[in-house]
T-cell receptor, first 112, second 110 residues
Framework: NAGVTQTPKFRVLKTGQSMTLLCAQD?????MYWYRQDPGMGLRLIHY???????AKGEVPDGYNVSRLKKQNFLLGLESAAPSQTSVYFC???????????FGNGTRLTVT | GESVGLHLPTLSVQEGDNSIINCAYS??????FIWYKQESGKGPQFIID?????DKRQGQRVTVLLNKTVKHLSLQIAATQPGDSAVYFC?????????FGKGTHLIIQP
């Protein structure tokens, strides 16, 4: 039982490049989330999904897109990376909206 | 605006002492709170949770206290060990997910 797995663990992008962060969970959870963590800012919600085929905006959605084509996967896309998107990105999942979240170990992204 | 926050960015305690980490929230309608522990290089890890119909909940070496009158939440760690060194976040569960405080870095002194 791997829990929540994020790939890649590290990535460096140049301004304007695009990439997709992958998140997979094997707990059959309905809800999945993408957060970013910046020094002094805590974790901020980017997008979330309440089930396969659904997505919704969180607190800081601009510059990101997501897709939930399969229940176990939640993808976070950056179409045109900016230095302000340098951060550590965490994916999480939960059984339902009122259950504790289980987090992956993060993806550290640097945009130069 | 409404927020969840921790009182201190850093807390230093002696190994073996008890640790108390505090959190204030402003949304009086919130009814579910969670404490997370985040070690360096890892994702947040669930420690303990509490619902608003409770004042206290105990786990293994940890206790969470909820004071709804003053909208205050605390995490108590008994007999603090080196492995407790981490950043601790309180979080408030809302319809769109968890809202986190900025965290308290717990430092254990030998």
């Amino acid at each position: 039982n791997a829990g929540v797995t994020q790939t890649p663990k590290f990535r460096v992008l140049k301004t304007g490049q695009s990439m997709t962060l992958l998140c997979a969970q094997d707990m059959n959870h309905e809800y999945m989330y993408w957060y970013r963590q910046d020094p002094g800012m805590g974790l901020r919600l980017i997008h979330y999904s309440v089930g396969e085929g659904t997505t919704a905006k969180g607190e800081v959605p601009d510059g990101y897109n997501v897709s939930r084509l399969k229940k176990q996967n939640f993808l976070l896309g950056l179409e045109s990376a900016a230095p302000s998107q340098t951060s550590v990105y965490f994916c999480a999942s939960s059984y339902m909206g009122t259950s504790p979240l289980h987090f992956g170990n993060g993806t550290r992204l640097t945009v130069t | 605006g409404e927020s969840v926050g921790l009182h201190l960015p850093t807390l230093s305690v002696q190994e073996g002492d008890n640790s108390i980490i505090n959190c204030a929230y402003s949304n009086s309608a919130s009814d579910y709170f969670i404490w997370y522990k985040q070690e360096s290089g890892k994702g947040p890890q669930f420690i303990i949770d509490i619902r608003s119909n409770m004042d206290k909940r105990q786990g293994q070496r940890v206790t969470v206290l909820l004071n709804k009158t003053v909208k205050h939440l605390s995490l108590q760690i008994a007999a603090t060990q080196p492995g407790d060194s981490a950043v601790y976040f309180c979080a408030e569960l809302r319809a769109d997910g968890l809202t986190f405080g900025k965290g308290t870095h717990l430092i254990i002194q030998p």
